[in-house]
């Protein structure tokens, strides 16, 4: 389990999620509507002009039953900091293997202490890097897709970074140079959209509590547009380097409708890193 510092370098991490409202309440063109004008999240997806279900969007992950997290983490209350509620985390971003017991959980036991020591470092976002995939889209900050043919992009508002998914038909570069946040190609499967990524360094995180991953992950995520307003996610972990197996983990992401995301620049003003104590 993390220990409270980390936890808190959690809830600071995740600073932005009031800050969503660049455009708040601008109506999105083509949002489906109720008689009273707000946005139907119930309707059906859109869908792309190839028939396809159009991704395009603002999202923000589903939060955690707060009776889950209580259970997995203890008094979630205890970290709530000024401007953000706690309630609002995925479990997932604070433990990639929330759902195994401790004692069967699949990190190789000679990687203990490389998790130990990062949890004593900071995560990466408290040095203006990437956190990585999947955590990216687990954070407490919402994120767009842009559909476009032959590409997707995902842009995520805490790091100001741009993640490309080519849907062109190419296949993963065979020696990649490492990337933190690899190299993703899509292709649809019926109405679900598979992406493949391989090709990271060894540098990001899995989640905030610092579980590693090596050079050898290949991390395979299946998004399903359900309706207008929900999108289930699939993400499949596999580094044998590091785990004795590979595993899955399955949430959803939420539409901010009648919204955009902000810029966010990590070293302009950064205040997070003298409040954040790791001991």
């Known amino acids: 389990m993390p220990s409270r510092s980390v936890c808190v370098l959690i809830v600071l991490a995740a600073a932005s999620i009031n800050a969503h409202a660049q455009w708040l309440n601008y109506p999105t063109p083509g949002t489906p509507r109720t008689r009273d004008?707000?946005?139907?999240?119930?309707?059906?997806?859109?869908?792309?002009a190839n028939g396809?279900?159009?991704?395009?969007?603002?999202?923000?992950?589903?939060?955690?039953?707060?009776e889950e997290l209580t259970r997995l983490f203890g008094n979630v209350r205890a970290l709530d900091v000024p401007g953000d509620d706690a309630l609002a985390l995925n479990k997932y971003v604070r433990n990639i293997l929330a759902d195994f017991k401790p004692d069967e959980a699949p990190l190789r036991p000679?990687?203990?202490?490389?998790?130990?020591?990062?949890?004593?470092?900071?995560?990466?976002?408290?040095?203006?890097?990437?956190i990585g995939v999947p955590a990216d889209n687990l954070l407490v900050a919402p994120f767009k897709f842009i559909q476009t043919p032959g590409l997707i992009l995902m842009r995520y508002e805490y790091e100001n970074t741009l993640r490309q998914i080519y849907t062109d038909g190419r296949k993963p570069p065979a020696d990649p140079e490492p990337l933190w946040l690899g190299y993703s190609v899509g292709r649809w499967d019926g109405d679900t959209l598979q992406v493949d990524t391989v090709g990271f360094n060894d540098k990001s995180w899995l989640d905030l509590s610092g579980h590693p991953h090596s050079e050898a992950l290949h991390v395979v995520e299946r998004f399903h547009r359900r309706d207008f307003g929900h999108m289930d996610v699939q993400v499949t972990i596999d580094d044998p380097k590091m785990y004795t197996k590979s595993f899955s983990i399955e949430f959803t992401e939420l539409l901010l409708p009648d919204s955009d995301i902000l810029e966010n620049f990590c070293n302009e003003n950064e205040k997070d890193r003298s409040h954040s104590r790791v001991n």
Do not use: H, Y
């Open 37 to 48: 004008g707000k946005p139907n999240l119930a309707a059906p997806a859109p869908r792309a």
């Open 52 to 66: 396809k279900p159009d991704l395009s969007g603002v999202w923000q992950v589903e939060p955690t039953p707060i």
């Open 110 to 130: 000679e990687f203990a202490d490389l998790l130990r020591q990062r949890r004593k470092e900071g995560n990466p976002l408290l040095r203006c890097l990437p």
